[in-house]
């Protein structure tokens, strides 16, 4: 299930590049839009990972490193049954975690210092066995592609308006109509929009379902539970720097990283909080130990 929507994620996303590219450039503006795309198809398969984590400036960490966070990983990696992943640390105060990679056996995780500042070994189980769930379900590279398409899609929108206030989007009615002035005021303001849209609908199930997997996984839903509230507050007080630059990521990690950023509900990349938590309180004593 998760080949078929990230095929026609890609798809997608590939037609929407398309119909920017014409609006900012008419057929030619396709044609190089259409190049474009199938580039950062190639790319985003082969290399989203290296990109994200890149962004965030994480760092590859060894079991001498980070002791705790590679051992709660290998151990849950092996519950899991999944290949040890590679095992990353972020340097941020604001705490929250994150997973990719385009398989399990080329998967990433990564943890903010903030993170295993904050948490115990309960709660740093829980948020870990949610992102092994990410990889387990395969969710990391749909997430990744996501990330990819909607920050080159903003900049490319970002780009149009300045190409605007220096006298684009004049073609000639007859051979550039879709790159007319209306035209390239639709795709800046819906082109984003889009992308975001695409973002969330592949981030808002897929949290609930990793939830449950990574309940399952380390045995107990109450440490991501505890996990979850104090996550939340921490991100409400102290958005996440890299994020706020980069926020085409948002929807990676396992709590809004831009949760102190009022973009509305419309625009979050994930499902309320609360509402995660009265699900996993549900599922005491459901999950074997």
């Not at 379900?137 to 190409?163: E, K, P, Y």
């Not at 107990?220 to 921490?234: D, M, W």
Request: hydrophobic share 50%.
């Amino acid at each position: 299930m998760n080949a078929l929507r990230t095929t026609l994620l890609l798809a997608g996303l590939t037609v929407l590049l398309v119909l920017v590219g014409g609006a900012l450039g008419g057929q030619a503006g396709m044609v190089i839009a259409l190049v474009i795309a199938a580039a950062m198809n190639f790319g985003s398969y082969w290399f989203s990972d290296r990109l994200v984590l890149k962004m965030h400036g994480a760092r590859e960490a060894s079991a001498a490193e980070a002791p705790e966070l590679f051992n709660v990983v290998r151990e849950l990696a092996q519950s899991a049954q999944l290949p040890m992943p590679r095992v990353y640390v972020m340097d941020s105060d604001t705490p929250n975690a994150f997973a990719t990679g385009r398989s399990p056996s080329h998967a990433a995780v990564a943890a903010t210092t903030g993170l295993l500042r904050i948490m115990n070994r309960e709660e740093l189980r829980g948020v870990l066995a949610h992102e092994l769930a990410h990889v387990r379900h395969r969710d990391t590279l749909i997430s990744a592609v996501a990330a990819t398409f909607a920050g080159a899609i903003t900049m490319i929108a970002n780009i149009a308006q300045w190409t605007m206030l220096f006298g684009g989007f004049r073609g000639d009615d007859d051979e550039e109509g879709a790159g007319g002035l209306l035209g390239g005021l639709a795709m800046i303001i819906l082109a984003p929009m889009a992308a975001m849209l695409i973002q969330m609908a592949v981030s808002r199930s897929r949290e609930f379902a990793a939830d449950k997997g990574g309940a399952e996984i380390c045995g107990s839903p109450t440490g991501l539970a505890n996990a979850l509230r104090k996550l939340e507050q921490a991100n409400q007080r102290h958005p996440m720097g890299t994020a706020e630059r980069n926020p085409g990521t948002a929807h990676l990690f396992i709590v809004n990283p831009l949760a102190g950023v009022n973009i509305g509900k419309l625009f979050s990349t994930h499902p309320p909080t609360d509402e995660r938590i009265q699900r996993l309180e549900a599922m005491s004593g459901s999950v074997r130990m």
